[in-house]
Structure formats: C-alpha cells, structure tokens
Nanobody, 123 residues
Framework: QVQLVESGGDSVQAGGSLLLSCAAS????????MGWFRQAPGKEREGVAT???????SYADSVKGRFTVARDNANNTLSLQMNNLQPEDTAMYYC?????????????????WGQGTQVTVSS
C-alpha cells in the first residue's frame, strides 16, 4: 500500500509561483513513475508532469517551460515548481504513483493517488 500526501497549494496572482510537494509512504519500487495531475471543475483529470525513477520526465504542452517536476528517490518525495502561473492553471492538483512500465501522463495507469491540494490563480 502506498500513501501520498500533497502540500503547497495556495491562491496566487497571475505570474506568480508555487512549489507543490508530495510525500510518499509505503513501498515505492525503483520502477515506479510518480506524477502530478490536475482537475478543474467540470473538466477531466489531466496529466501535468511525470518523472520516472531514472529521472526521465514528461510534461503537458500547456506547462512546458513553466513547470518543473523533481523526485527524491531516497526520501520518496516529489515536487512541482510552478512558475508564471496563469488563471487556466487553477485546479486541484494530485500526486500519483504507478508501476506501469509506460505510465507517463496517462491517468488510468496510476494506481495510488493523494487527496489533492488546491491551486487558485487570479488575473
């Protein structure tokens, strides 16, 4: 069993920055993906940024160049540095973990989820 706890969500103005963190407990194998997903009201959950244990990353086109995902395998933590935030980034952000061999940004391939942390960006 894996437990994931997110933190760092807040309300900011457009152009601002936030750092989200996720602490994982339980067994995270070296094959696992960890990632950030988001869901805005009335929309489907979507992949934002994911990272394999070897450091390979994948980003949604909408956040490339603005968001950076990082992972500390020794401490089972995940972070998401978000810069130049825009109102369209407003959503609940979730941390997730997967041991699928090619999970990348695919929501359905993630088994374990945190409860989420709210990010609100005002114009």
């Amino acid at each position: 069993q894996v437990q994931l706890v997110e933190s760092g969500g807040d309300s900011v103005q457009a152009g601002g920055s936030l750092l989200l963190s996720c602490a994982a407990s339980g067994y995270i194998s070296n094959r696992d993906y960890m990632g950030w997903f988001r869901q805005a009201p009335g929309k489907e959950r979507e992949g934002v940024a994911t990272i394999k244990s070897d450091g390979a990353t994948s980003y949604a086109d909408s956040v490339k160049g603005r968001f950076t995902v990082a992972r500390d395998n020794a401490n089972n933590t995940l972070s998401l540095q978000m810069n130049n935030l825009q109102p369209e980034d407003t959503a609940m952000y979730y941390c997730a973990s997967s041991n699928h061999p090619s999970a990348w940004l695919l929501v359905d391939r993630y088994l374990y989820w945190g409860q989420g942390t709210q990010v609100t960006v005002s114009s």
